[in-house]
């Protein structure tokens, strides 16, 4: 027996361990079906050739840019009207694409294709330039001629006979068996982030990055990748500009980032570098250039507007695996009223369903479910289900007669249903890649709306599948519809998450088109803000998944899904009290505010953790509701904006290098930094400022950045500071909306903030208050854009 024999024991014996002997050798025989699927199903990789695009040839002028003609490849360079722009290498187009929101953009006519001086050819536009060299590297520079991203010639690996026979009619788009990879150079000064949720960042520092939607199996900590929902979206801030590249390609890959180092004294630089490399598909990117809230108001508007949640979605939601029964849950949902305390949601795990069969009630244990969701929403609590798409292979259960008969699950190379051991026992999958079977799942939500669910949780997604070996997913060689053009699991897994949310949230539309859909999703890819938000997944109990907690929430908002937050208390161990009260104070300041945990894991109520905790918990809840106008605020501003709630502390001022490494707090909106506590036993913590005054929302003593400053963080709270002229609308003592202002900073010109109302949680649409602050005769005044009185009652805060 070899290593790799012994590791693949190990692997069998603790999934045998985790989850039962029965299940275990049930997986088992499903891995090795899998790699037998794969053995008959996939082409066999043989001697390969590579090539690279050689010398330029011509270029023939097109809207927006051109094609510029290599001896062995042809790039496509167009330039939108937004200032977006496209690249695609052998003859790739922007479409099909499951990113784009409609499709390709326009192009701007204005952009310009002309010869370089240097024998390339460029295309010139109103924000951008593009520089194509004579041998195929491409320059994105600024109007001002400067240097953003340096793309060398790219290099594939194709299969030797599709080359040899491709050889009479010259250079065509690679095949799907076409590796490739592409090396990039950015300034030496630049950071990266992004690439969807990362459990250490947000800034990502030197390593390889999968791009492989992937399960981690029980739980994980900073350092573990790839986890649930990956994307080939990075953006790179530098001093020279900030840009965001995305290449719009689903296929198993990876990123590997080198940070730069800035030559002392020698006049030496060492770029920062990015190796892009896929297994298959077409290569083809996106550039958008610009400040950070341009460039994610850009990244909206090429893959759409984030999906606004429903407002009482922005307040708190209580989950675990194991509510015992209806009762159970009336007993939480007591403990929260009795005490004061606020609750929104409540979720339900799979243990609800009915043998973990999807789109059933175990009716022992919950007998009038949709009695139970109308009593609580008498209290103003919603119930929100979670959702797998694993259906239990079983004839006579409804869901599964339903879709064999309409031929919706995925199949392998031989035509049969691919199956899979999951929760329910052994499964299928329904092929979301086909707008057929989107349709069918999206009615099954109807059951889930006649129960009496709001919201829906979709989880396992990846889609995942047991495994003792061999991954833990479906057999690369499934069969997809991918919307008509036929393919496999190799193109279609990284967007499986993507299309489940686009079923859903198109089957609720239909079925409640006056309400706005509540879903989030564990996996997903570029372009699920249209659908929905996310959640950290399974992250460990601990101070490390503390800190991978605010790592995934902050480079998923800097990939495009604003929406997002993690299992409080983490999801696989009990914390110690102050964890898990240092959690869900971190918790209250993000976009899902959601407690959660496994079967074993223990209770998350607040008052299992002691009269301290629950005072200084239901403190942090309190604050959270307070500022409920201003989450609404921010939802709504990401869905005109794409800006994120939760934004990284250089969002205004990128070209402070300092800020650009920090990673132990945020900014909340523009308004608000919050410095979470994420080491055990710290009653003090030190946070870097961005320029300008700060105040202690506690205290009110004020602090100058750009620099550092000491604040106590005893375990009553966390570090709050509001930005000086800032309006904050929030409830008031009367419950209505007031504007809590933070006075000016004495020879600043003032500030301002922004009110979008709630209109309750339909398509309404909602007005946008913008207030200006000024300081005059040592007097605040906030006044409406427009010059009129502000119209809500003012609370100013601060030292003057």
């Known amino acids: 027996m070899d290593a790799r024999d012994g590791v693949r024991s190990g692997k069998l014996v603790r999934s045998v361990r985790t989850i039962g002997t029965a299940r275990g050798l049930r997986s088992l025989r499903a891995a090795w079906q899998r790699r037998r699927s794969d053995a008959v199903g996939l082409p066999r990789r043989g001697p390969e050739l590579a090539r690279v695009p050689g010398e330029v040839s011509g270029a023939d002028p097109q809207p927006g840019g051109g094609v510029v003609r290599f001896a062995r490849s042809s790039l496509r360079v167009r330039v939108t009207l937004g200032g977006a722009v496209f690249c695609g290498w052998d003859g790739a187009e922007p479409e099909p694409s499951y990113s784009l929101a409609r499709g390709c953009p326009e192009a701007d006519d204005r952009a310009v294709l002309e010869p370089d001086t240097l024998g390339g050819w460029r295309v010139v536009s109103e924000r951008v330039t593009v520089v194509v060299s004579r041998m195929g590297a491409v320059e994105v520079r600024t109007p001002g001629g400067v240097l953003l991203r340096r793309d060398l010639p790219p290099r594939w690996w194709e299969p030797a006979a599709s080359v040899a026979g491709s050889k009479a009619d010259g ?4 095949g799907e068996g076409a590796r490739w990879q592409q090396r990039s150079e950015v300034a030496a000064d630049a950071r990266f982030f992004g690439l969807g949720g990362r459990s250490s960042g947000p800034r990502l520092r030197d390593g390889r990055y999968r791009l492989w939607n992937t399960d981690p199996g029980g739980s994980f900590r900073p350092g573990d990748d790839p986890l649930s929902l ?6 790179v801030v530098a001093d020279a500009g900030t840009h965001l590249v995305f290449h719009d390609n689903s296929w198993d890959g990876s990123v590997t980032l080198r940070e730069g180092a800035e030559g002392e004294g020698s006049g030496h630089d060492r770029p920062g570098g990015c190796w892009t490399r896929m297994e298959g598909g077409p290569l083809r990117y996106w550039v958008i250039v610009g400040a950070p809230a341009r460039v994610m108001h850009g990244w909206a508007a090429l893959t759409g507007a984030p999906a606004v949640p429903p407002a009482w979605a922005l307040g708190h939601h209580h989950a675990r695996w194991g509510f015992g029964d209806a009762e159970e849950v009336r007993r939480v949902v007591a403990g929260y009223r009795e005490r004061g305390l606020p609750l929104s949601a409540l979720h339900l795990d799979i243990d609800h369903f009915a043998g973990h069969r999807v789109f059933t009630v175990d009716t022992e244990r919950f007998p009038d479910l949709p009695g139970l969701a109308a009593e609580l929403r008498t209290e103003g609590v919603r119930l929100v289900s979670i959702v797998d798409p694993a259906v239990k292979a079983e004839p006579g259960d409804t869901v599964y007669d339903s879709g064999a008969a309409a031929d919706v699950f995925v199949r392998d190379a031989l035509g049969l249903e691919v199956r ?19 349709k069918w799942w999206g009615a099954l939500y109807a059951e889930r709306l006649a129960q009496g669910f709001s919201g829906m949780w979709h989880d396992m997604n990846e889609p995942a599948a047991f495994g003792a070996f061999g991954g833990t997913t479906l057999p690369r060689s499934a069969r997809h519809a991918l919307e008509g053009r036929g393919g496999d699991h190799r193109e279609a897994h990284n967007v499986y998450g993507l299309t489940m949310a686009r079923a859903g949230y198109e089957g609720l539309r239909e079925l409640r088109p006056e309400e706005r859909p509540f879903l989030f999703s564990r996996s997903g890819w570029a372009g699920l803000q249209r659908y929905g ?18 790592a995934l929430v902050l480079g998923l908002g800097l990939s495009g899904v604003p929406y997002s937050g993690p299992d409080i208390g983490g999801f696989t161990g009990t914390p110690s009290p102050e964890l898990y009260l240092r959690w869900f104070q971190l918790g209250a300041y993000l976009p899902l505010f959601r407690t959660h945990s496994a079967l074993s894991a223990g209770r998350r109520e607040p008052w299992e953790f002691g009269p301290r905790v629950l005072e200084f918990a239901a403190a942090a809840l309190r604050e959270r509701q307070r500022l409920h106008p201003y989450f609404v605020t921010l939802a709504q501003l990401a869905g005109r904006t794409g800006a994120p709630y939760v934004r990284p502390v250089w969002w205004r001022t990128p070209k402070d290098r300092a800020l650009r490494d920090c990673d132990d707090a945020f900014l909340l909106g523009d308004a608000l930094l919050v410095a979470p506590v994420l080491e055990e036993g710290a009653e003090q913590r030190t946070v870097r400022l961005p320029r300008g005054r700060w105040y202690d929302t506690v205290t009110g003593v004020p602090y100058e950045g750009p620099g550092t400053a000491v604040l106590d963080a005893p375990l009553s709270r966390i570090p709050v500071l509001a930005r000086a002229g800032s309006v904050v609308p929030v409830v008031g003592d009367g419950g209505a909306v007031e504007l809590e202002v933070w006075a000016p900073s004495p020879g600043r010109t003032g500030g301002g903030g922004v009110l979008v109302g709630d209109r309750g949680d339909g398509w309404e649409k909602t007005e946008v208050v913008r207030f200006s602050t000024r300081l005059r005769e040592g007097e605040v005044r906030v006044e409406r854009e427009d010059g009129a009185e502000a119209g809500y009652p003012v609370r100013v805060r601060g030292r003057r």
């Open 171 to 174: 250079p065509g788009p690679a």
């Open 230 to 235: 990956t994307a080939p979206t990075q953006l």
């Open 420 to 438: 899979g051991e999951v929760w329910p026992g052994e499964s299928v999958f329904p092929d979301f890649t086909d707008p057929r079977v989107r």
């Open 533 to 550: 938000g996310s959640w950290s997944g399974d992250v460990a109990t601990g101070w490390p998944g503390l800190r991978a907690s605010l």
